[in-house]
C-alpha cells in the first residue's frame, strides 16, 4: 500500500494546522457526488447493528452473580461491536487515511479532481456500530503510482460526527504516546 508524501514545504506548516490528526487504516468509501444530488445534503449518522436489540437484564437480589451477569454483558457488547466494526470494514476496504474534524487524506483508486464535491462513508473503531456520510471538497489531487493522493476538506460536518472523529484523533495520539513512553522506560 501506499504512504503519504511528506513534503518539505509542509513541515513548517505542521504545528499550525488547526484540528488534530492522526493517521490509521479505517474502513471508507469515497464517490462523487453529482450536481443533481447535491442540494438538500448534510452529513449523517447511520447505526448498522447486525443483531437486534435485547430486553434490560433483570433486577438480580444476589450482588455477585449480578456484577457476574453485568461482566458477560459488557463483554458480549463489546464482541458484538468487533463483529460489527470487521463485518462493515469488509463491505468497505480499509485504506489508510489521515484524518481530523477538518477533512482527511486518502489514497484513493479512483481518480478525482480539484474541486470535486464527494460523499465519504467511514467507520471508526471508537464507534463501531456508527456508519458517517461526510460530504467534503477535493482540495488536492496528486498521482501516486495507479492511485490518486487525495485532500478531502469536509464541507459540511455534523457536530456529532466531528466529536466521534476528535475522540478517534486522540485515541490515536494517546496510544503513540504510551507507545514512546514504554520505549523510554
Not at 501506499?2 to 488547526?18: A, I, Q
Not at 488536492?140 to 476538506?153: D, F, K, Q, R, Y
Amino acid at each position: 500500500m501506499n504512504d503519504f508524501r511528506e513534503l518539505e514545504e509542509d513541515k513548517p506548516f505542521l504545528s499550525m494546522r488547526e484540528y488534530a490528526r492522526a493517521t490509521g487504516y479505517l474502513p471508507v468509501s469515497i464517490r462523487a457526488v453529482p450536481e443533481k444530488e447535491r442540494e438538500g445534503l448534510s452529513s449523517r449518522i447511520v447505526i448498522e447493528s447486525v443483531f437486534p436489540e435485547h430486553p434490560e437484564l433483570p433486577e438480580v437480589d444476589d450482588r455477585a452473580l449480578a456484577t457476574c451477569l453485568q461482566i458477560l454483558n459488557s463483554k458480549l457488547d463489546s464482541i458484538i461491536k468487533m463483529i460489527a466494526f470487521h463485518s462493515n470494514s469488509k463491505e468497505m476496504g480499509l485504506s489508510k487515511v489521515n484524518i481530523s474534524d477538518g477533512g482527511l487524506r486518502i489514497i484513493s483508486p479512483a481518480g478525482y479532481a480539484r474541486d470535486d464535491f464527494v460523499e465519504i462513508r467511514l467507520m471508526l473503531p471508537t464507534a463501531p456500530s456508527m456508519i458517517f456520510y461526510i460530504y467534503g471538497k477535493v482540495v488536492s489531487s496528486e498521482p501516486a503510482g495507479e492511485s490518486s493522493e487525495l485532500c478531502i476538506e469536509f464541507t459540511d460536518i455534523d457536530d456529532d460526527i466531528a466529536e466521534q472523529i476528535a475522540k478517534y484523533v486522540f485515541h490515536k495520539q494517546r496510544e503513540i504516546l504510551r507507545k514512546k513512553r514504554s520505549r523510554t522506560a
